[in-house]
């Protein structure tokens, strides 16, 4: 575990007593003076167009004061100018056209001044439509994929392509993973209010204040400076507010067009269709590796869905083209168009879904060899990044194999499948490899020493759940030996020192880099200030304010890499072991025991890093197991969109977690050693049970979730 000598105090989440109290506020709680209320209109078709919209009764409703649709909205200058200037992303344009895409796409807001008044008066809205031909089913569509327009997606390829197919040992097999829907304690939503005719304020759910300034001061034609955006606490995002939607978009118009604060909560079935999901895919892998179990060829393809209207596109196949060392690599990826509202990253993103597919790859490649898991795994270890022909900046990864397999029983395992038992229960172990990159971005943060003995930092990060601002003050706590108790960071707000939006495990790198430039550039001029003033450069802080007559003193300061993430490819690492018991007569599967291992660099914050692992491992399970939005291809509804019928992991569900860290800095990312682990705790862990499924039954199962039925079939 830590090593207690690195830090100077451990600390509790700094927001833990606001959250536990209700002190903290959520978007949804704030309330403007005039506040009043929409509600969206959801298409009953899947495809076509808007021949009429009947909104006569809804305006006649009490207390309604508007009905907006694409029949009477304001003017949005966004919508009006070239693509390049115009609406960020090819974002949908809400309220713009009478075109169709997908079922429950919104036609129309009923504002009125209260919410149930609302709520009534949307049921009140008739639409009519010319329905077209729908297409909603990815495996019925596969022969419509294309290659994706980012280059970043574009086809891999070293040495020799299929090089598997020439191997002494060789597997081929197909893995699926379902829709997935985010499904966050806290529903999506805005609460806009027009100060002005060019001024705007929101209180929004969202992982980046600055991203959601950027997209509506470009949708709407306004200075930054005039778009305030205010979101200090988020509950749980999972990827689901990276970007601005087109229902928050539709708020600040419908606020326009009444010339009233409007807020908007979706309800839990919109959120199946209205901010995103993690895509279908279908994955095939083909291994091959000679008889002493050396790879010597990966093939991994890849096919996702996206939306007709907008390409989604996520790095399914990235893993593949470096995690191990083989010298023939091609990979390809593909997107799928369908009638459904566009995906959108989930935790662990496209790696998530690629790990599922490699790992459980790696795990049938390694019973073929009759080799032990983590055996082969070592054996086609690389200390060199085959892709980018590079050094790791650190990589720790077979220490990590050893300290898992200890905490996990590994010596219990026996690698022919279905010879664990505990009385009338299968007894299984898996694990499985994650890896994401370890990214250090551009931020700025100001911070403010004042006599009173505190620390103010701002910067206008977000937090969704990890920790940050507990993270951030045990930074400067290090730096400047203030205690965590003096320290506060404030973040959530657009005015603040511009910082990225809390996604892809960068925040505490690129966030607590410029933190911790911050604290060390004032200590450095309290430290000058001594001397100039007689004190010597060692004297208290306080003392030195004082001593100059000063109430306080500021520094703003902007933070990057620099060459450094040129020279060296800058990876997190996680090895997730897991012990099932499969009930042989029910199909029933139990995740007894699990055992996480980080390998992200120093550990700032113990008690949150933590949290994330454990988290990661709950959402690991929910993949795994129990995940899956289905649709009815009939009419392209979902039929699961609730929290009753699409079914997450709940405490009973969840077995002892136990959490180590390998905790060695990372001598180049960044001021503290420190890499992300927010993605890398769930990458992977899908494979994991899925491994330890054969090794309890000698069923492979290739399709998530994992249900009885396929266990038994």
Not at 462 to 479: L, N
């Amino acid at each position: 575990m830590r090593d207690k000598s690195l830090l100077k105090e451990d600390t509790d989440r700094v927001d833990g007593f606001d959250k536990v109290t209700g002190r903290a506020k959520y978007f949804a709680e704030y309330q403007i003076p005039g506040t009043t209320y929409g509600v969206l209109v959801p298409s009953t078709i899947t495809k076509g167009k808007i021949t009429g919209i009947d909104s006569k009764a809804a305006e006649r409703a009490p207390g309604v004061l508007a009905v907006v649709s694409h029949l009477n909205r304001p003017v949005v200058a966004g919508y009006e100018t070239g693509k390049d200037q115009g609406v960020p992303n090819n974002m949908m344009k809400i309220f713009y056209t009478d075109q169709i895409s997908f079922n429950g796409q919104p036609i129309a807001m009923v504002v009125a001044d209260t919410y149930e008044r609302a709520v009534y008066a949307a049921t009140l809205v008739k639409g009519t439509y010319a329905k077209e031909a729908f297409e909603t089913d990815f495996e019925k569509n596969l022969s419509k994929a294309k290659a994706p327009k980012n280059p970043a997606q574009a086809s891999y390829l070293r040495g020799t392509a299929d090089a598997y197919k020439n191997a002494a040992v060789q597997i081929e097999a197909s893995y699926t993973l379902p829709t997935e829907t985010h499904n966050p304690m806290e529903l999506h939503g805005i609460l806009a209010n027009w100060e002005s005719a060019d001024k705007i304020t929101v209180y929004a759910k969202t992982q980046g204040v600055k991203a959601t300034q950027g997209t509506i001061a470009s949708t709407f034609k306004l200075p930054l400076t005039n778009v305030q955006v205010n979101s200090e606490f988020v509950g749980g995002g999972f990827g689901m507010a990276l970007r601005t939607w087109p229902l928050e978009i539709a708020a600040i118009i419908a606020a326009k067009q009444v010339n009233k604060p409007v807020k908007l909560v979706i309800t839990r079935d919109q959120m199946f269709t209205l901010a995103g999901h993690r895509p279908y895919a279908f994955q095939k892998v083909g291994l091959g590796a000679d008889k002493d179990g050396q790879l010597t060829g990966i093939t991994h393809e890849a096919w996702g869905h996206t939306a007709t209207y907008e390409d989604f596109t996520e790095n399914v196949v990235s893993m593949s083209k470096f995690m191990y060392n083989s010298a023939n690599v091609n990979t390809t990826y593909k997107i799928v168009p369908l009638n459904v509202g566009v995906p959108i990253w989930m935790r662990g993103p496209g790696e998530a879904t690629g790990a599922f597919a490699l790992e459980s790859a790696m795990d049938e490649m390694a019973h073929s060899l009759d080799m032990d898991p983590i055996a082969f795994r070592v054996k086609n270890y690389t200390e060199e990044d085959p892709e980018k022909s590079r050094p790791y900046s650190s990589k720790n990864l077979k220490e990590a194999y050893k300290m898992g397999a200890e905490k996990i029983g590994w010596s219990k395992r026996n690698n022919k499948p279905g010879t664990n038992k505990d009385g009338n229960w299968l007894v299984g172990y898996g694990m499985s490899t994650g890896v994401f990159n370890a990214s250090r971005g551009r931020a700025s943060a100001k911070g403010i020493l004042k006599s009173d003995g505190t620390l103010l930092l701002q910067s206008a990060a977000s937090d969704i759940g990890p920790g940050t601002g507990t993270g951030m003050v045990q930074i400067a706590h290090e730096v400047l030996g203030i205690p965590v108790s003096k320290i506060t960071f404030e973040l959530g707000d657009s005015s603040f020192p511009t910082a990225p939006s809390q996604g892809g495990s960068a925040t505490l790198s690129t966030v607590g880099s410029a933190v911790s430039d911050v604290c060390n550039a004032l200590k450095a001029k309290i430290a000058e200030m001594a001397t100039q003033s007689g004190l010597s450069a060692s004297a208290k802080f306080v003392d030195v304010l004082k001593k100059n007559n000063l109430p306080s003193v500021e520094v703003t300061m902007e933070s990057k890499g620099g060459e450094e993430q040129k020279k060296y490819s800058m990876y997190s690492f996680s090895i997730h072991f897991v012990q099932v018991k499969v009930n042989p007569l029910t199909g029933v599967v139990k995740v007894s025991k699990i055992v996480s291992v980080g390998d992200s660099g120093r550990i700032v914050s113990p008690k949150t890093a933590r949290s994330q692992m454990v988290g990661g491992a709950v959402g690991g399970l929910g993949m795994a197991l129990t995940e899956e939005t289905v649709m009815d291809h009939r009419f392209g509804r979902y039929v699961n969109n609730n929290f009753a019928d699409y079914h997450v992991p709940v405490h009973a569900d969840i077995p002892e977690i136990e959490v180590v860290f390998v905790n060695k800095p990372d001598p180049y990312i960044n001021p503290m050693g420190a890499k992300g682990m927010g993605e890398i705790a769930l990458i992977g862990f899908s494979a994991a049970v899925a491994n330890a499924v054969f090794n309890a039954t000698g069923k492979r199962i290739r399709t998530l979730p994992i249900t009885p039925d396929k266990i038994l079939a």
